[in-house]
Each structure stands twice: as C-alpha cells, then as structure tokens.
C-alpha cells in the first residue's frame, strides 16, 4: 500500500488519458493522491465540437474541467504550478526543480508518477518530467521516493526497453471515462471510442490493450 501518490504531469487531461485508471485504483484504495499541475494548457487547439471556448476563456475552461476530472478520479489535493503551456521547455530546470522538491518534502510521497524524458512526445512533458527527476536526484538516497515514468513515444522500446510495471484499469474503467467526459473540450472527439470499449469488451482488440492498461517505468538514479 502507498503512503501518498504525487502525479506531475504539465496539462489538464495528461493525469487522464495516461494515467487516470491508476489514480483511480490507489484513491478507491484510500491512498491520497496530489496532482501538481503544471500549466492550464491555455495554447492548446481544441475549443469544443462545436466551439464552446475561445482562447480568451481556454485557461478558465481547462481549468474547470480539471477540476472536474479530478473529483471524479478522487483526487482531493490539486496544486497549479503555474508555468506557461508549451513553454516550459524554455524555463530554468532547477528553478522548477525546486519548486516541486518543495511539495515533496510537504507530501513525502512514497510514489510519483510523471513522465519519462525524452520519450513523452510533447516538450511539456519531456521538460517537466526530467525536472520532476531533478527534484528527486536532489534528495538523499534513503528519502526517494519510487518514480514511475510514464512513456508513449513510438520509439521508446527500441530505446529504453518494455515497461516493467503493468496495471490492469478494467475496474475502474468508469471512473477513468467519466474523467475524460470531463475534459470535455479535448475529449469530444476520442469519447465515443472509450464508450464503445465499455459497452463491447471485444473491441479492446481494434484499440488495443491499452484501452484498460496503463503501463509505467521504474526510474533509475544514479
């Protein structure tokens, strides 16, 4: 059983669509989880099918959404770091470094999940990851916590191998999709396929496994 779960990710919807069925399972568990938000995602593209946001009212709509999707994950504690959407790359690593040491050493977590640099496809998630990582090379050894890196770029097997941790999600499938309902601005065009999988379990083969697994990598410290 974990003490405490800290999820960083950069954008509403990354502690979703990655990662949203494992946050389900350790919250109905009893584990706390934090999600440290690092943006509101104020440069994404999508406003709604048919617009409903506008990029004037991005940042108030994702942010909402967040909070919307995170109550339904059973997340209680959502920290907004505050950094730009799609900037962080060009931020001081240390300097975030140590803003996310600092919740760390509040929360004392006994896992934090975040994405693993150079193999999360976005430079958001690249960026924040390996300050993420940063934060935790600063600890002592004996205070680290476990880190798990979430990995989805097409080249990351050949690279950094198969991913050693597995978790099957079916359980809570529908807490997970009532989550991405909530991102509604960036879910409205991928929910039907979600709805489809729950109703008909067949169609995990035309999706994929990973509809209902969510699969991570230890990280290793020097």
Known sequence: MERHVLVVFPHPDDETFGTGGTIAKFTKAGVPVTYACGT????????????????????????????????????????????????????????????????????????????????????DHNALGAACVRAVEKMPVAKRPVVYGHAFS?????????????????EVAEIKLEAVRAHRSQSENVIARFEEALKNPEAVAQFGPSMFTESFYTMRFA
Do not use: W
């Open 154 to 170: 097409r080249n990351r097997e050949d690279h950094i191998g198969s991913p050693d941790v597995m978790i099957d999600i079916r």
């Open 40 to 123: 509101l995602g104020q440069m994404g593209r999508n406003m709604g099918k048919p617009f409903f946001a506008t990029r004037e009212t991005l940042s108030e709509v994702r942010e909402k959404e967040l909070r919307a999707a995170c109550e339904a994950l059973g997340i209680t504690d959502l920290r907004l770091l505050g950094l730009r959407d799609k900037t962080i790359e060009f931020e001081d690593r240390e300097v975030i470094a140590e803003q996310l040491l600092t919740i760390i050493e509040e929360l004392n977590p006994s896992l934090i999940i975040t994405h693993y640099p150079g193999y999360a496809v976005h430079p």
